[in-house]
């Protein structure tokens, strides 16, 4: 469904088809919002990126387009995530410094690997993720996420102007619409995914 079709049901729904109160600006804004939510929550736009590792260092920049992270594996061996804390203790109570990494942490976007790799890699380190949808920017584009996701998209631009119309009646009924109804079709993936795997 086009951003423009969007817009059409939304104006048409919310009783405001010449556009006096709601501009495409508006619901280009809330398209691109309603991606968001409905990406990570619903473990759309799955992607993964491989990383070089260089021997003695431990620090590695992520993906500048991560919005949910899922996994880092180090020679396809699924590393622990720890807590900044935690990752501090086991630095104290270790003195190696280089080897095999075995677990991570994660501060302002980069990810640290302890121990050291021993060795460079072209390919060792690998950061499974759900990436950023790419924003639709034009009343011509089409929202990237999953058509069967699109309806959910007009609720959730409906329920934004009813809270813009001071509505909140109605905008809690249509954000509780877009949750459940983004919920359904995330059962409904993994009900398919279940019969085909």
């Known amino acids: 469904m086009l951003v423009s079709e969007i817009a059409t049901r939304v104006k048409r729904q919310f009783g405001d088809e010449a556009g006096a109160q709601i501009e495409d600006a508006d619901i ?3 398209v691109n919002d309603a991606m968001l939510d409905i990406a990570r929550n619903n473990n759309l736009l799955q992607i993964s990126a491989t990383t070089a590792t260089t021997a ?7 993906p500048t387009d991560i919005l949910s992270l899922r996994a880092i594996k180090y020679k396809n061996v699924k590393l622990n995530g720890l807590s900044m804390e935690d990752f501090d203790q086991m630095l104290i109570d270790s003195t190696t410094t280089t080897g ?3 677990a991570y ?9 302890y121990p050291a790799p021993s060795a460079s890699g072209s390919t060792d380190l ?7 949808p790419t924003q639709v920017t034009l009343v011509s584009d089409t929202p990237e996420i999953p058509i069967q996701y699109h309806t959910r998209i007009v609720e959730y631009c409906i329920a934004q102007a ?25 059962s409904e993936l993994k009900s398919l995914t279940n019969i085909v795997c």
Do not use: C
Request: aromatic share 14%; net charge positive; charged share 20%.
């Open 105 to 113: 942490y994660i501060y302002a976007r980069k990810v640290t690997l």
């Open 162 to 186: 009813a809270e813009l119309d001071d509505n909140l009646a109605q905008y809690q009924i249509k954000m509780g619409q877009f949750q459940a109804r983004s919920e359904e079709h995330t």
């Open 56 to 62: 003695g260092t431990a620090g590695y920049t992520l």
């Open 100 to 102: 095999t990494p075995q």
């Open 126 to 132: 690998k950061i499974y993720y759900n990436r950023v």
């Open 28 to 30: 280009i804004r809330w």
